[in-house]
């Protein structure tokens, strides 16, 4: 039986308990607080005047393309890529609105380095030129040629090395059938219990369980444990659970274990092209962005309704991993700009037919200057979004220390 600790909250006291958390996370650094304020990035997108930004296609974008949100994600079969690997603002929208948060979310990881601004500036020329190179008519994958940053590489080794084994240590801490009760695991309500084990008693759900190719799809699938999951930063708050299967006949015996993650999917604040066709549902949506922009990612989901409320549920694989930008130094900053804006660029690419790629890439091309080789309309937004963001952290910081002596 699990032991709980007094500290760990109960269902009724976690929206308090986790509002503290995500503050704490925004509170550490400049870059934290980039990723953990999506809400200010939009809300400077909707101060801008018309033609401030260029028009890009109507395409499946992130909407909030930070650094964190890029990393390996294996696919059924086993392949591993580095894709986007979380579209929960994922919209119908204007490329150009990926391009600008990356190149905030690269600029604040600088900053956070200690790097000059003369490295701001030339991460920017490397985000632009990544990102086109995806757009040439001899690029397939949308994989530039440029020695990949050390971070990639890494982050990669790990994820092609990695078993059930790490994924237990890593997550639930052990390889038991069981999920410990901690700081990232809390108990889950009686009703909460009951409709998890009634969401997986489904034939959809028995089905994403056994969607790897090395399970049979017709494998028993017996619901061990769950917990509400402390996962995330900008999306504290909701709905989100770890669910603990075993597959097989008698997976005590010969351990085939699945940890499904359950998340609350609502509804987008980044801002899409009106007229465009997208799913109602926001399960659906984040969904339907991640086949267009994570293939390997979007096969492995699935929509549900959850307590009344719009949820997707995926396997969570020892692949799935992000890239972590730590102590960046001149040339490795410059390496994983390119690196990044060319992931993203091949996400965007693969929607467009030549035409678009081709006419998209010359509005890219407009705005030039002779001392900077990044579009004015980059480096302005950039620069911006900086300014704003810096003093909105800063007194982030001054009412976090008000309120925690």
């Known amino acids: 039986?699990?032991?709980?600790?007094?500290?760990?909250?109960?269902?009724?006291?976690?929206?308090?308990?986790?509002?503290?958390?995500?503050?704490?996370?925004?509170?550490?650094?400049?870059?934290?607080?980039?990723?953990?304020?999506?809400s200010k990035f939009y809300e400077w997108l909707d101060s801008l005047k018309p033609g401030s930004l260029p028009e890009g296609p109507p395409i499946w974008i992130c909407g909030d393309c930070h650094v964190g949100n890029l990393g390996p994600v294996a696919d059924t079969a086993g392949r591993v890529e580095i894709q986007i690997r979380d579209l929960d603002q994922s919209v119908?929208?204007?490329?150009?609105?990926?391009?600008?948060?990356?190149?905030?979310?690269?600029?604040?990881?600088?900053?956070?380095?200690?790097?000059?601004?003369?490295?701001?500036?030339?991460?920017?020329?490397?985000?632009?030129?990544?990102?086109?190179?995806a757009f040439d008519e001899t690029s397939e994958s949308g994989e530039d040629s440029a020695i990949s940053p050390e971070s990639a590489r890494l982050v990669m080794r790990r994820a092609t090395r990695r078993s059930w084994r790490h994924l237990a240590k890593?997550?639930?801490?052990?390889?038991?059938?069981?999920?410990?009760?901690?700081?990232?695991?809390?108990?889950?309500?009686?009703?909460?219990?009951?409709?998890l084990e009634t969401l997986f008693e489904s034939k959809g759900m028995q089905r994403l369980a056994t969607l790897l190719r090395s399970r049979e799809n017709d494998a028993p699938v017996e619901f061990l444990d769950a917990a509400y999951w402390?996962?995330?930063c900008s999306s504290?708050?909701?709905?989100?659970?770890?669910?603990?299967?075993?597959?097989?006949?008698?997976?005590?015996?010969?351990?085939?274990?699945?940890?499904?993650?359950?998340?609350?999917?609502?509804?987008?604040?980044?801002?899409?092209?009106?007229?465009?066709?997208?799913?109602?549902?926001?399960?659906?949506?984040?969904?339907?962005?991640?086949?267009?922009?994570a293939p390997f990612l979007g096969e492995r989901m699935r929509a549900e309704r959850f307590l009344n409320k719009s949820v997707f549920v995926r396997e969570l694989l020892p692949q799935d991993l992000k890239i972590e930008l730590a102590n960046l130094t001149h040339d490795e900053a410059l390496r994983t700009a390119r690196f990044l804006a060319n992931i993203v660029g091949g996400a965007h690419a693969r929607q467009m037919d030549a035409a678009m790629r081709k006419a998209w890439k010359a509005d890219l091309l407009k705005n030039r200057s002779s001392s900077l080789d990044a579009p004015s309309w980059l480096w302005r937004s950039t620069v911006d979004l900086l300014v704003s963001h810096e003093g909105?952290?800063?007194e982030h910081c001054r009412k976090y220390a008000l309120d925690n002596p």
């Open 236 to 293: 504290l708050g909701r709905l989100r659970y770890a669910v603990l299967l075993g597959i097989g006949e008698d997976s005590a015996k010969t351990p085939d274990f699945c940890l499904m993650d359950i998340k609350e999917a609502a509804g987008a604040a980044a801002p899409h092209y009106p007229g465009t066709s997208m799913p109602q549902d926001n399960a659906e949506r984040v969904i339907e962005g991640a086949r267009h922009l």
């Open 92 to 133: 119908i929208g204007n490329p150009a609105h990926d391009l600008i948060r990356l190149g905030l979310s690269l600029s604040s990881a600088a900053r956070s380095s200690d790097l000059p601004g003369v490295v701001t500036a030339k991460m920017l020329e490397q985000i632009i030129e990544g990102y086109e190179s």
């Open 230 to 232: 402390v996962k995330g």
């Open 170 to 195: 890593e997550r639930i801490e052990n390889t038991k059938p069981d999920i410990p009760l901690g700081r990232r695991f809390w108990p889950v309500s009686e009703k909460e219990q009951t409709a």
């Open 1 to 38: 039986m699990k032991s709980r600790s007094a500290s760990i909250p109960k269902p009724d006291e976690r929206q308090r308990a986790l509002t503290g958390t995500r503050n704490l996370k925004m509170a550490r650094s400049a870059h934290a607080y980039v990723r953990g304020n999506t």
């Open 392 to 394: 909105a952290y800063l």
